[in-house]
Nanobody
Framework: QVQLVESGGSLVQAGGSLRLSCAVS????????MGWYRQAPGKQRELVAG???????NYAMSVKGRFTISRDNAKNTVFLQMNSLKPEDTAVYYC??????????WGQGTQVTVAS
């Protein structure tokens, strides 16, 4: 059974950077495609970045060139490096499987707030 624990969110000024981490339990991490999702107040949750088991990445247009997703299979962890943050990046960030999240399961998420 996969469990997800996100961390690293904080309050940051516009233009700043943050690095989010997601610890994934389970011995099958290395074969999982993982994604970072976010949900802003009043909006639907959206996929912002994904990484396959082979390391191929994809990004939403809104974050392309600013965010970088990576993974460390030895530590069962997926990261999201976020640079040049904008107020519109403010959201709760979650990791989950990609392209289809685990049915009915999300971690607690980590809050990112970008002040203008």
């Amino acid at each position: 059974q996969v469990q997800l624990v996100e961390s690293g969110g904080s309050l940051v000024q516009a233009g700043g950077s943050l690095r989010l981490s997601c610890a994934v339990s389970g011995s099958i991490f290395s074969i999982l495609a993982m994604g970072w999702y976010r949900q802003a107040p009043g909006k639907q949750r959206e996929l912002v970045a994904g990484i396959t088991s082979g390391g191929s990445t994809n990004y939403a247009m809104s974050v392309k060139g600013r965010f970088t997703i990576s993974r460390d299979n030895a530590k069962n962890t997926v990261f999201l490096q976020m640079n040049s943050l904008k107020p519109e990046d403010t959201a709760v960030y979650y990791c989950n499987l990609m392209p289809w999240p685990i049915n009915g399961y999300w971690g607690q998420g980590t809050q990112v707030t970008v002040a203008s």
